[in-house]
């Protein structure tokens, strides 16, 4: 998947230095953090697909060399609307598959379990996992931004650091999506179809990389309240237009009660075994 699955050994000499070294909450948070770090840079398949995923990504659909019309009534090369739709639908795909697939893995193969059996609480454990993808979400957006902008010419008008903090907090609503995932599934045969359920409208309807102007009123209604749509106006409003948190409030908002849901049901159903 996007992202590199946990490391069986090396979250459990993780959490057995956890029982040795400070706090067990603290310590098992950080060595979470940093294991599942690890776990991503040493597959190689796993980091080639999920840091080169933008720049093929831009380099197929750059091909399309079409006009589009910002909202402001500026005609733009189809780049410029795609860059900022490619770094919303990244927070998605880093923060929802990389945490559902590797976690949903990890339960049933009883590493949860035998995490459990240690001193390390359940929320170090689950935090250090949500740091650790929030960390490649950044990593992934700051390189599909400068691919867009350097590599590829796009033109963005946005704060980069604003983009940057939409990306990673959106990232982490999708996280906290994977983990109900996780937490209502039986197996890890239930992840992939409640994936493409989420993956599917998302990818067609949010506007990350099709205008949504075209679509029925009804769909169009319907469509407006997902995740990624809010994420995707936010970081477009930001990014073609030049807006400010002011501009954004109501796709900030709606991102909130997601998250906010998301987690809380969430934290009430996943176990760790």
């Given at each position: 998947?996007?992202?590199?699955?946990?490391?069986r050994?090396?979250?459990?000499?993780?959490?057995?230095?956890?029982?040795?070294?400070?706090?067990?909450?603290?310590?098992?948070?950080?060595?979470?953090?940093?294991?599942?770090?690890k776990?991503?840079?040493?597959e190689?398949?796993?980091?080639?697909?999920?840091?080169g995923?933008?720049?093929i990504?831009?380099?197929?659909?750059?091909?399309?060399?079409?006009?589009?019309?910002?909202p402001?009534?500026?005609?733009?090369?189809?780049?410029d609307?795609?860059?900022?739709?490619?770094?919303?639908?990244n927070?998605?795909?880093?923060?929802?598959?990389s945490?559902?697939?590797?976690?949903s893995?990890?339960?049933?193969?009883?590493?949860?379990?035998?995490?459990r059996?240690?001193?390390?609480?359940?929320?170090?454990?689950?935090?250090?996992?949500?740091?650790?993808?929030?960390?490649?979400?950044?990593?992934?957006?700051?390189?599909t931004?400068?691919?867009?902008?350097?590599?590829?010419?796009?033109q963005?008008?946005?704060?980069?650091?604003?983009?940057?903090?939409?990306?990673?907090?959106?990232?982490?609503?999708?996280?906290?999506?994977?983990?109900?995932?996780v937490?209502?599934?039986?197996?890890?045969?239930?992840?992939?179809?409640?994936?493409?359920?989420?993956?599917?409208?998302?990818?067609?309807?949010?506007?990350?990389?099709?205008?949504?102007?075209?679509?029925?009123?009804w769909?169009?209604?319907?469509?407006?309240?997902?995740?990624?749509?809010?994420?995707?106006?936010?970081?477009?409003?930001?990014?073609n237009?030049?807006?400010?948190?002011?501009?954004?409030?109501?796709?900030?908002?709606?991102l909130?009660?997601?998250?906010?849901?998301?987690?809380?049901?969430?934290g009430?159903?996943?176990?760790?075994?």
């Amino acid at each position: 998947m996007t992202v590199a699955t946990s490391d069986r050994a090396a979250t459990s000499t993780g959490m057995s230095t956890a029982r040795h070294v400070g706090s067990p909450a603290w310590a098992g948070f950080k060595a979470t953090i940093t294991n599942q770090v690890k776990a991503f840079y040493r597959e190689p398949a796993a980091l080639a697909f999920t840091l080169g995923q933008p720049l093929i990504l831009l380099l197929i659909l750059n091909s399309f060399n079409f006009k589009i019309t910002l909202p402001n009534g500026e005609t733009r090369p189809y780049l410029d609307r795609l860059l900022p739709g490619m770094i919303a639908f990244n927070g998605m795909t880093v923060g929802l598959n990389s945490v559902a697939f590797a976690l949903s893995r990890d339960k049933q193969r009883g590493v949860l379990r035998r995490i459990r059996a240690t001193p390390v609480p359940t929320i170090s454990f689950v935090g250090g996992v949500i740091v650790s993808r929030l960390i490649v979400a950044a990593l992934v957006t700051l390189i599909t931004y400068g691919s867009g902008v350097y590599l590829f010419g796009a033109q963005l008008e946005g704060n980069v650091a604003l983009l940057l903090g939409l990306a990673v907090g959106g990232a982490a609503v999708f996280i906290a999506f994977g983990i109900l995932m996780v937490a209502v599934s039986r197996s890890e045969d239930d992840i992939p179809p409640m994936f493409i359920l989420i993956l599917m409208p998302s990818l067609l309807f949010s506007g990350a990389f099709l205008d949504r102007s075209g679509l029925p009123d009804w769909l169009h209604w319907v469509t407006g309240g997902l995740p990624l749509t809010f994420l995707t106006d936010a970081v477009q409003q930001v990014a073609n237009l030049g807006g400010g948190l002011g501009d954004i409030r109501g796709d900030l908002l709606g991102l909130a009660i997601w998250g906010a849901v998301a987690t809380a049901i969430a934290g009430w159903r996943f176990k760790m075994a």
